[in-house]
C-alpha cells in the first residue's frame, strides 16, 4: 500500500505522532510539513524523505537521530562535508546514502563493509584500478561484479575462484594470453565460455574434452584438417556438424545442418 493511502501517524517506536509536542510545529502553519505527508517523526520512510525534500536545512540536525530511517534520509539532504561521519554508520542504509553522495575516495573505506549490499554498490562504482583488494571478497556476487570490471589483465588472479558463476565471467573476459587456462576448468560451463573465444588454431586440444558443448565449438570453428575425429562423435550435433562441414552430408554445402544444429544447441543449452 503505498504511503499516502496509511491513515496512521505514528512514530518509529509505535507511538503515535504529536504535532503540538513537535519542536517544529511551527513549519506547520507554514506547511512545511504536513500530518500522514511530510513528517520527520512520522516512522514511514516517504514521508521523512518528504519532510526533508520541503527543509532540506534541518536535515544537519537529524544526523544521528536513533531511527535509522531518519538519519538515511536526513543524509540525503544534509551537508556533503557532515556525511563522512556517517560511513561508521552500525546500518548500512545510512552508510550507503552517506556514501552515494561523496567522491569516490570515500568509498574505498566502504570495500569491506559488512554488509554485502553495500560492498555490491561499491564495486560498481569505484574505479576498476580500485577493486583489486575486493577479488576476494568473500560474497561471490561481489566478486563477479568486480570480474565485470576490473581488466582483463588482472582477471588471471581469478582464475580459479571457487565460484563456477565468477569463472564463467572470468572466462568471458580474460586476456587472450591467458585464455588457455581456462580450458582445463574443472566445470564444463567455464570451459564452454573459454572456448568459445579461444584462437582456433587451440581448439584441436579440446577435441576430447568430456562436454559436448565444448566439442562442438571444436566442430563449428576449428580448421577442417583437426575436425575428422568428430566424424565419430558420440554426440549427434557434434558428429553432424563435423560431417556438414566435411561434406560428408547429402547437402554438400552443409548449411542446412549446420542451421537446424544451431537452433538445436540453444535449445539444450
Known amino acids: 500500500m503505498p504511503t499516502d493511502e496509511i491513515d496512521e501517524a505514528i512514530d518509529w517506536q509505535g507511538v503515535p505522532v504529536d504535532c503540538g509536542a513537535c519542536p517544529h510545529k511551527e513549519?506547520?502553519?507554514?506547511?512545511?510539513?504536513?500530518?500522514?505527508?511530510?513528517?520527520?517523526?512520522?516512522?514511514?520512510?516517504?514521508?521523512?524523505?518528504?519532510?526533508?525534500d520541503w527543509n532540506p536545512e534541518l536535515a544537519r540536525h537529524f544526523l544521528a537521530h536513533p531511527y535509522f530511517e531518519v538519519r538515511a534520509w536526513a543524509a540525503k539532504a544534509a551537508e556533503i562535508f557532515l556525511l563522512p561521519a556517517l560511513l561508521d554508520d552500525p546500518?548500512?542504509?545510512?552508510?550507503?546514502?552517506?556514501?552515494?553522495?561523496?567522491?569516490?575516495?570515500?568509498?574505498?573505506?566502504?570495500?569491506?563493509?559488512?554488509?554485502?549490499?553495500?560492498r555490491i554498490r561499491v564495486a560498481h562504482r569505484l574505479d576498476p584500478v580500485d577493486l583489486l583488494p575486493m577479488i576476494e571478497d568473500r560474497d561471490y556476487y561481489v566478486r563477479q561484479v568486480v570480474a565485470r570490471r576490473i581488466s582483463p589483465d588482472l582477471l588471471v588472479l581469478m582464475i580459479d575462484d571457487d565460484e563456477v558463476e565468477v569463472r564463467r565471467v572470468v572466462a568471458q573476459r580474460i586476456a587472450p594470453q591467458a585464455l588457455k587456462r581456462m580450458t582445463t576448468?574443472?566445470?564444463?560451463?567455464?570451459?564452454?565460455?573459454?572456448?568459445?573465444?579461444?584462437?582456433?588454431?587451440?581448439?584441436?586440444?579440446?577435441?576430447?574434452?568430456?562436454?559436448?558443448?565444448?566439442?562442438?565449438?571444436?566442430?563449428?570453428?576449428?580448421?577442417?584438417?583437426?575436425?575428422?575425429?568428430l566424424l565419430s562423435d558420440e554426440d549427434p550435433i557434434v558428429r553432424e556438424t563435423a560431417e556438414a562441414r566435411l561434406?560428408?552430408?547429402?547437402?554438400?554445402?552443409?548449411?542446412?545442418?549446420?542451421?537446424?544444429?544451431?537452433?538445436?544447441?540453444?535449445?539444450?543449452?
Open 91 to 118: 546500518e548500512e542504509t545510512v552508510r550507503w546514502s552517506a556514501a552515494r553522495r561523496l567522491p569516490d575516495r570515500y568509498l574505498l573505506k566502504l570495500r569491506n563493509d559488512p554488509h554485502r549490499e553495500v
Open 185 to 229: 576448468d574443472a566445470d564444463a560451463a567455464v570451459r564452454f565460455e573459454a572456448a568459445q573465444r579461444l584462437d582456433v588454431a587451440q581448439l584441436p586440444d579440446l577435441i576430447s574434452d568430456p562436454d559436448w558443448r565444448v566439442r562442438y565449438e571444436v566442430a563449428q570453428r576449428a580448421a577442417l584438417a583437426d575436425i575428422r575425429l
Open 247 to 269: 561434406g560428408k552430408t547429402p547437402d554438400p554445402s552443409g548449411r542446412k545442418v549446420l542451421e537446424r544444429n544451431h537452433s538445436h544447441i540453444e535449445e539444450r543449452i
Open 27 to 52: 513549519l506547520l502553519a507554514e506547511e512545511r510539513c504536513k500530518p500522514l505527508r511530510a513528517c520527520v517523526f512520522d516512522r514511514y520512510a516517504r514521508r521523512i524523505d518528504r519532510f526533508f
